[in-house]
């Protein structure tokens, strides 16, 4: 069982930058890819990044990227969100996500590929 909690959203700026976190509770943190997706009002939730389980590799959605960046401390149970030279699209509930056996390469942009979900926490930007 794995407890997510993520934390760092707020208003900012067009062209800021925000960082999230996502603290996991339990073990075997480190077993597991964890993704970022987000969810803007009436739209369905979409992937924004995942990582492996050593942090090694990462991969993005096409509008994040070279905005975002992934990372992860096993070390600190924790998973972060980078997201520079925001913009209002960015807007939206952001959530982080851990899974293991059913994300693979083909399945890892998929929502039903994680097993495990924070509460959220709004990102919001001003033009």
């Known amino acids: 069982q794995v407890q997510l909690s993520e934390s760092g959203g707020g208003l900012v700026q067009a062209g800021g930058s925000l960082r999230l976190s996502c603290a996991a509770s339990?073990?075997?943190?480190?077993?597991?890819?964890m993704a970022w997706f987000r969810q803007a009002p009436g739209k369905e939730r979409e992937f924004v990044a995942v990582?492996?389980?050593?942090?090694?590799?990462?991969y993005y959605a096409d509008s994040v990227k070279g905005r975002f960046t992934i990372s992860r401390d096993n070390a600190k149970n924790t998973v972060y969100l980078q997201m520079n030279s925001l913009k209002p699209e960015d807007t939206a509930v952001y959530y982080c996500?851990?899974?293991?056996?059913?994300?693979?390469?083909?399945?890892?942009?998929?929502?039903?590929?994680?097993?495990?979900w924070g509460q959220g926490t709004q990102v919001t930007v001003s033009s």
């Open positions: 996500a851990a899974g293991n056996s059913r994300v693979t390469s083909a399945s890892m942009r998929n929502d039903r590929s994680y097993d495990y």
């Open positions: 339990g073990r075997t943190f480190s077993t597991y890819f």
């Open positions: 990582i492996s389980t050593n942090g090694g590799t990462s």
